[in-house]
């Protein structure tokens, strides 16, 4: 991966890269990353103390890691030296393990930065641990991916997890003013077109930096709007990989949001999947989910609603049909909500569990052969529809289980009429069963 700010002794040639010419010189230059690389950042303090642990840096791409990297090293008199996970093998690290062990001999200690660390198997990462435990390396680590999941448990237990933060737009503008002045003039842009150009970028300074490179190479002397800077630029693709962390923190925030009856941060959410390219029948599965786990009984008809925009995606497909994913999202946030299925789901289980195999009351039990009858199956069993208003009151629980309280509804939406039919039955089965004569002893 190409480097934001390439750190190197010499100076680069008028004909490098917009970026490579911007390079910091010092970990204080670097740009939208104070709480790193500014005056009391956690890198600055630990140059300071001369104590430098091994690190993982995480953070989306073009936000400088290679760039901390380099002016790491370079601040506390290390040599360099920068692989790639995608290109290096097991072959290409033994080599370099073997160099920096013996440059270690003459006093001369090796940072090794890893671009994409995560792209090592569970394997490979382990050939670190000896070379990081005994001094002969100090590993940094890049990724785009969440550590707790990509890298192994002993990797993490000897180095500290930085977070390199997508660039906000204070941080892009600074970037842009940067490139103007090394360019002795301002980009051919309005104002609203240099928002428009920001925003594009969607935190990423290389990608913005390469925009910028060139619209400087125009000369234009008239100011584009945003309108024709849309149409001359092409714009960044959100950062979105639909089996990794961007999948599992969106469909989080979407769920979230829903949960918490925000349908407006809802809509945001689901679009942002949607616009990334995300699966919509992935989205439909989480939204059926959801109408079961977080409404319920509540609204019953939710879940309806739910398989119905399935139904209807199947029939129209894409465009179209993300209509009716939006109609369900928003009859999910704006419904009633309960967890009352889910926890009385739960409950269930794990009785069900503890009470191992437990036979049914006799008395509820089909006897279909003379047999059975004479064990008394079905014996004493009252129809339920022959008694008033459809209700006998009798017991359904084995013996030695005593009535449970599982399924607890709430107030809210048609759990609320629910809980009251619920409360008047439990009355009436009380009431059953203290009239029904008691066996003697």
């Known amino acids: 991966m190409a480097d934001l700010f390439p750190a190197e002794d010499a100076v680069p040639p008028a004909s490098a890269p917009l970026a490579e010419r911007l390079r910091p010189t010092t970990l204080l230059d ?35 890691k290679t760039t901390i990297a380099r002016l790491l090293a370079d601040a ?16 290409d690290l033994k ?45 940094v680590g890049a990724t785009t991916e969440n550590p707790s999941f990509e890298l192994n448990a002993a990797i993490l237990s000897r180095a500290r997890v930085l977070i390199v933060k997508r660039l906000d737009e204070a941080a892009l503008a600074e970037l842009l003013a940067r490139a103007e002045t090394l360019a002795g003039r301002a980009l051919p842009v309005t104002e609203e077109a240099r928002a428009a150009l920001i925003a594009s970028a969607d935190g990423d300074g290389r990608f913005l930096l390469g925009q910028a490179e060139t619209l400087l190479a125009l000369g234009a002397t008239e100011p584009m709007d945003a309108t024709a800077l849309a149409a001359f630029l092409h714009r960044r ?118 009470t191992g195999s437990l036979s049914p009351p006799a008395h509820i039990l089909n006897a279909p052969t003379r047999l059975m009858k004479e064990m008394g199956y079905g014996q004493g069993y009252a129809y339920d529809h022959d008694a008033p208003d459809g209700f006998s009151g009798q017991n359904y629980w084995p013996d030695g289980v005593g009535a449970q309280t599982l399924y607890r509804p709430s107030p809210r939406g048609m759990e609320a009429r629910i809980a009251d039919r619920l409360s008047e039955w439990v009355r009436r089965r009380q009431a059953a069963h203290r009239e029904t004569p008691q066996p003697k002893p």
Request: with cysteine; aromatic share 8%.
């Open 76 to 91: 506390v008199g290390m040599r360099f030296v920068a692989i790639s996970a995608v290109f290096a093998g097991v072959a």
């Open 237 to 354: 693709m959100p950062v979105y990989d639909k089996d990794r962390e961007g999948h599992y923190g969106l469909i989080s925030a979407l769920h979230k949001s829903l949960r918490g009856s925000d349908p407006d941060a809802a809509l945001y959410w689901l679009a942002r999947m949607l616009v990334a390219g995300e699966e919509p029948l992935y989205i439909l599965r989480r939204l059926v989910r959801f109408a079961s786990e977080d409404v319920g009984l509540a609204d019953s008809n939710a879940l309806r609603v739910c398989l119905d925009a399935k139904d209807a995606f199947d029939f129209l497909g894409s465009p179209e049909g993300e209509l009716a994913i939006v109609h369900a999202c928003l009859y999910l946030a704006t419904a009633p909500k309960s967890n009352a299925v889910y926890v009385a789901e739960k409950a269930a289980r794990k009785l069900a569990a503890a």
């Open 95 to 139: 080599k370099l393990f073997a160099q920096a062990r013996e440059l270690a001999r003459s006093g001369q200690r090796t940072l090794l930065f890893v671009d994409e660390i995560h792209r090592f198997n569970r394997a490979q990462q382990d050939g670190f641990l000896g070379p990081m435990e005994d001094g002969t390396i100090t590993l």
């Open 30 to 64: 670097v740009v939208g990353q104070a709480a790193l690389t500014g005056p009391e950042g956690a890198i600055t303090r630990m140059v300071a103390s001369g104590s430098l642990s091994s690190l993982v840096l995480w953070g989306p791409p073009g936000t400088g």
